[in-house]
Nanobody, 125 residues
């Protein structure tokens, strides 16, 4: 069975850091691009960042660019999202997803095949 499992969420103070992990099982991770999404309370889900199959191409939503870094270790079938300088507005459930590529169409990632169940990030003092 194909699965994505997120971990690494938690409570952190503003200005702090967290590293989220997305572990893939049941398929070879370099078969897919991997994207991170988030859904804040009362808001729609939004794409945060994406990394290509090889890891050679990445993109970020403007509000996290320069603070978040996406990376992947295909030998470990794991994608990471390192989040620095966290702000209260980063509070959300974070999900990873496997998709065809990181192309953005009308402001959205497309071609999503699999989703993880999410990990909660809370940024609060």
């Amino acid at each position: 069975q194909l699965q994505l499992v997120e971990s690494g969420g938690g409570l952190v103070q503003p200005g702090g850091s967290l590293r989220l992990s997305c572990a893939a099982s049941g398929f070879i991770s370099d078969s897919y691009a991997i994207a991170w999404f988030r859904r804040a309370p009362g808001k729609e889900r939004e794409g945060v960042s994406c990394i290509s199959k090889s890891g050679g191409t990445t993109n970020y939503r403007p509000s996290v660019r320069g603070r978040f870094t996406i990376s992947r270790d295909n030998a470990k079938n794991t994608v990471y999202l390192t989040m620095n300088s966290l702000k209260p507005e980063d509070t959300a459930d974070y999900y990873c997803a496997a998709l065809v590529d990181c192309t953005i169409v009308a402001g959205r990632y497309t071609g999503i095949d699999y989703w993880g169940k999410g990990t909660l990030v809370t940024v609060s003092s």
